[in-house]
């Protein structure tokens, strides 16, 4: 079969990839000239294991990689055209869907045939966006929707630094289809691998997606919260209690009581939009969604929370020993989650934004991977260092803002205070 992926991002430049390892030509198409550039080099635009092996594999052979110049031979050869560009925030935590709808555009433009496609979103969009917002917008435009093209979702639920493999061994896989044609096709498309397909109708497809990432949100805010209120009523080591709430056998080990774990708040591209959207979905629904709301005020409040925390300890720093300088603080870790260099809504972002904002100047930070897409990013006034020694050597106090395993001795290294955001230190 032959597929058309509109965007190589973390789910774009993983689906095409995926669908090229289970035998198909796949088109990649992608917009940023520079991330493109490194993709047609052989070259991952970010760091995400496995995946370099699979481009190795594909590129230039089952895995053509495209500018939009080449989104009409593309799609003049494909059955499916698969949409993976980004959902961003919009106006009033909306989910900002421009992108998608654009690129739809793009591809009804170049095509001039009569040959049935399926037009697949695999963005995260909120529940009623392929019935109120794609298929009109679509049928505006003169589309036969159900006749000359179908319309489709399938959500993706993969984890940045598992991409590959959770892209390969999916747990699920979930589409939201109501005509019987584009079915048979999605079927079709997945009958090689042998994770479960559920075929569902075009709105629980969407909300499926939006069920799994705020329940996420919800155990990482509850665990937040906890942390709080041991921290207000004093002398709890929050670590060891929720270590050992792991230990509790109705867990049976899943990787899920991963997120029922205090930290600084969740980031990343995914969790904060995604809350926000659905949330502001079941608004204008009219209903107001108190637990969710709560989900996102407690994060919200996390970034200010650690800040606090840092600052006392600079505090008690500033008294116990004469500096006689501005407290240095000395940051470690930058990426939103450890094994990936995705620094977007990084809560680290907040936090040194914190700082600065209360007249913490002297920062310096090291990240194992992100220091350079984390500078680029938010070109903040941070010194970045090449090592934790670096940091160690620089700083007043010390604050690990990403849980790399590598900083979790970081008491046999240093007698200085540290102020563990993520509970990690062994
Ligand atoms: N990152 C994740 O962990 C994850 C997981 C599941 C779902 N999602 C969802 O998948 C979608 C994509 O996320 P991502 O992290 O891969 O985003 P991303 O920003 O890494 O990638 C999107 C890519 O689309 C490209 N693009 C935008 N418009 C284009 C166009 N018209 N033609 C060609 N390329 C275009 C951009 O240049 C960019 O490279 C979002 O809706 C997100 O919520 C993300």
Redesign the pocket.
């Given at each position: 079969m032959v597929i058309t992926v509109?965007?190589?991002?973390?789910?774009?430049?993983t689906t095409a990839l995926g669908f090229a390892e289970y035998g198909n030509k796949v088109y990649g198409?992608?917009?940023?000239a520079d991330?493109l550039g490194l993709i047609q080099a052989g070259r991952l635009?970010?760091l995400e294991p496995g995946l370099d092996g699979a481009l190795c594999r594909h590129l230039g052979k089952s895995f053509l990689p495209v500018s939009?110049a080449g989104?009409e031979e593309a799609v003049s050869q494909s059955d499916y055209v698969y949409y993976?560009?980004?959902?961003p925030y919009g106006k009033d935590g909306k989910?900002d869907c421009s992108?998608l709808l654009?690129?739809m555009d793009?591809t009804v433009s170049v095509i001039s045939d009569k040959r049935f496609r399926v037009l697949v979103t695999?963005?995260?969009?909120p529940p009623g966006t392929c019935d109120t917002v794609i298929i009109p917008h679509l049928e505006a435009r003169g589309v036969r929707v159900g006749e000359a093209l179908g319309v489709a979702n399938n959500?993706?639920?993969?984890?940045?630094g598992h991409?590959w493999d959770d892209f390969i061994h999916a747990d699920r896989i979930v589409i939201g289809v109501e005509d019987s044609r584009s079915e048979k096709m999605l079927r079709e498309l997945y009958s090689h691998q042998s994770s479960p397909v559920f075929c569902v109708s075009r709105n629980t497809g969407e909300f499926i997606?939006y069920l799994s990432n705020s329940l996420l949100a919800t155990l990482v805010s509850f665990s937040n919260e906890m942390s709080v209120i041991a921290d207000h009523i004093g002398d709890v080591d929050v670590a060891s209690a929720f270590r050992i709430l792991h230990m509790d056998k109705r867990w049976g080990g899943s990787s899920m009581a991963s997120y029922v774990y205090p930290g600084c708040g969740y980031g990343?591209?995914?969790l904060p939009?995604?809350t926000n959207a659905l949330y502001a979905k079941a608004r204008e629904s009219g209903f107001d969604a108190a637990l969710l709301g709560n989900v996102i005020r407690t994060n919200d409040r996390m970034p200010e929370y650690a800040a606090n925390r840092i600052i006392s300890a600079c505090d008690r720093a500033a008294r116990s020993s004469e500096l006689g300088h501005t407290t240095c603080i000395g940051i470690l870790g930058l990426s939103f989650k450890p094994g990936s260099d995705?620094v977007?809504y990084a809560p680290s972002a907040l936090i040194i934004n914190k700082l600065l904002e209360k007249g913490y100047s002297r920062i310096v930070a090291f990240d194992p991977v992100a220091n350079d897409q984390f500078a680029a990013q938010y070109g903040l006034p941070v010194s970045y260092c090449t090592s934790m020694s670096e940091v160690i050597g620089c700083a007043d106090v010390l604050a690990i803002l990403t849980a790399w395993p590598s900083f979790f001795n970081l008491k046999e290294q240093t007698d200085k205070p540290i102020v563990d955001c993520r509970y990690c230190l062994r």
């Open positions: 509109v965007g190589l991002g973390f789910v774009g430049l198409v992608e917009a940023s991330r635009p970010f939009p989104l993976c560009v980004g959902t989910a992108y654009a690129a793009d695999k963005s995260t969009i959500p993706e639920f993969l984890r940045e991409c997606k990343g591209y995914c939009k995604d995705d977007r």
